[in-house]
């Protein structure tokens, strides 16, 4: 008699065993194969690590408190620009990079588990399809042998 089911692995599963999931880290062109890419990554994340800390929001706060005297002198439109430009653009600036970083290394963090559960599910439903073959090749079994006790041969399967 003919197996019950014939069990066909995804190809997805393949790749799983393969990969991981990509992080923010992976798509910083670090490794990219032009050189002026790669030198503009660069520098970009290095600006980036280092404009995007506390101590720059503290530095800048500092550099903007400097220009406060002299925007009070010149008038409440002169404080609203330095508001405006002076002070919210160099202090909110590294605080939203802090945020922004924050929030990426959340993302491959969320991206990572996901991944991992994905993985756990993924094996889990091969044990099911594991005990599921056993079941068949045991009713298989079951039927061979009425089949020889009583004679009678079984119903074609579908």
């Given at each position: 008699?003919?197996?019950?089911?014939?069990?066909?692995r995804?190809?997805?599963?393949?790749?799983?065993?393969?990969g991981?999931?990509?992080?923010?880290?992976?798509?910083?062109?670090?490794?990219?194969?032009?050189?002026?890419?790669?030198?503009?990554?660069?520098?970009?994340?290095?600006?980036?690590?280092?404009?995007?800390?506390?101590?720059?929001?503290?530095?800048?706060?500092?550099?903007?408190?400097?220009?406060?005297?002299?925007?009070?002198?010149?008038?409440?439109?002169?404080?609203?620009?330095?508001?405006?430009?002076s002070?919210?653009?160099?202090?909110?600036?590294?605080?939203?990079?802090?945020?922004?970083?924050?929030?990426?290394?959340?993302?491959?963090?969320?991206?990572?588990?996901?991944?991992?559960?994905?993985?756990?599910?993924?094996?889990?439903?091969?044990?099911?399809?594991?005990?599921?073959?056993?079941?068949?090749?045991?009713?298989?079994?079951?039927?061979?042998?009425?089949?020889?006790?009583?004679?009678?041969?079984?119903?074609?399967?579908?």
């Amino acid at each position: 008699m003919s197996t019950l089911y014939q069990y066909m692995r995804h190809p997805r599963r393949s790749e799983l065993r393969a990969g991981r999931p990509v992080s923010s880290r992976d798509l910083r062109n670090l490794d990219h194969p032009n050189p002026v890419v790669r030198f503009n990554a660069r520098v970009g994340l290095k600006v980036t690590l280092i404009v995007g800390t506390m101590w720059s929001a503290y530095l800048f706060s500092v550099i903007a408190l400097v220009a406060l005297p002299s925007a009070i002198k010149q008038g409440v439109f002169f404080v609203v620009v330095w508001i405006s430009s002076s002070f919210l653009q160099l202090v909110l600036l590294p605080i939203i990079i802090v945020g922004q970083n924050i929030q990426a290394a959340t993302a491959d963090k969320r991206a990572e588990d996901t991944y991992k559960d994905a993985e756990a599910v993924l094996r889990e439903s091969e044990e099911i399809q594991n005990h599921l073959l056993a079941q068949d090749a045991a009713i298989t079994e079951i039927i061979e042998r009425l089949e020889r006790l009583t004679g009678l041969a079984a119903p074609p399967s579908a």
